[in-house]
């Protein structure tokens, strides 16, 4: 949601790029890519590469990059938005996201999705530093 300013994004909405292939509608749902210096040029041509020229391809594009990338990845272990974010394990490097407050947004959109299922179990992983 805050990749996309809830949909609202130029990249969540479709950036044309010229590429190789010609111009084509690109979509990035997740600013993968879309570094703080040009976020919309970075964003589109990454997503150009990527093949994602539909809303899906976005979506199914990005969770496949975040999964592969973070959650999955053992090298790294970033499993959590703390860890993705921060990356306790090296810190200052493989940062998902340069906003500092990003976990803590991402959280309150990820509270009211839990807040509507029935009994739900919440684990907390709080990381311990020496």
């Known amino acids: 949601m805050l990749e996309t300013g809830n949909g609202s994004s130029k990249l ?3 950036i044309e ?3 190789d292939n ?3 509608l ?3 749902m997740f600013g993968i890519g879309a570094l703080d210096s040009n976020p ?3 964003g589109s041509r990454y997503a150009y590469v990527q093949g994602w020229f539909t809303p899906e391809d976005a979506i199914k594009g990005g969770a496949k990059f975040i999964g592969s990338g973070y959650i999955n990845n053992t090298t790294n272990n970033q499993d959590t938005l703390y860890k993705m974010k ?3 394990g090296a810190p200052a490097t493989h940062q998902y996201a340069t906003d500092i407050n990003w976990p803590y947004a991402q959280i309150r959109n990820i509270m009211n999705l839990v807040l509507q299922c029935k009994d739900p179990k919440i684990t ?3 990381p311990v530093y020496k």
């Open 17 to 19: 790029v010229d590429g």
């Open 22 to 24: 010609g111009k084509k």
């Open 26 to 28: 690109v979509y990035n």
């Open 12 to 14: 969540a909405n479709g």
């Open 86 to 88: 921060f990356n306790p």
């Open 124 to 126: 907390f992983e709080v």
């Open 40 to 42: 919309d040029e970075l």
